[in-house]
C-alpha cells in the first residue's frame, strides 16, 4: 500500500508518520513485472541519467 503525505516548510511530520516511515524502511522492496529489480548495466545507466539530470538542475 502507497501513503502520499504533503509536508508543507513549516509542518512537522507527526509521530505517528514518523513511525509508519520506520516500518516502512525495514521491510524488503517487492520486485514485480511492474517494478523489476534493475540488472547492473541498467543501475548504471540509472546512476548516469540522475548525474546528468542534477547538472542540469544545478546550472539552471
Known amino acids: ?4 503525505f504533503t509536508i508543507k516548510d513549516d ?3 507527526t509521530q505517528e508518520q514518523l ?3 520506520r516500518v516502512a524502511a525495514k521491510r524488503e522492496i517487492q520486485f514485480d ?3 523489476p529489480e534493475l540488472s547492473p548495466a541498467m ?3 540509472f546512476r548516469c541519467s540522475v ?3 542534477n547538472r542540469k538542475k ?3
Not at 1 to 4: D, I, R, V, Y
Request: overall charge neutral; proline content about 5%; aromatic content about 4%.
Open 1 to 4: 500500500m502507497t501513503k502520499t
Open 11 to 13: 509542518q512537522v511530520p
Open 19 to 21: 513511525e509508519e516511515v
Open 33 to 35: 513485472e511492474d517494478s
Open 43 to 45: 543501475y548504471k545507466a
Open 51 to 53: 548525474a546528468q539530470r
Open 58 to 60: 544545478k546550472n539552471a
